[in-house]
């Protein structure tokens, strides 16, 4: 991920409660469940699990996947 500056988006750069910032939430929080399923414990800054996770997809690293009682692998 690009390094940013901290706080590079602030209440003077956007809105924190237009619709803008909302989305931006909503798909930080769809990358959060995607970094999930290959660093179940991942916590922390977002950008520390970003570039670790896309490596882990270009190698072709499999994973399996719990949804409620059912376990899903992924076939080779």
Known sequence: MKERPRGFIGEDKI????????YIKELHNYLWEFIYIFHPGAGGSLSDWVNDTL????????VAIKQGSKLYRVKE
């Open 15 to 22: 809105d924190h409660d237009g619709e803008i910032f909302d």
């Open 55 to 62: 490596d882990d997809i270009k190698s072709g690293r499999k």
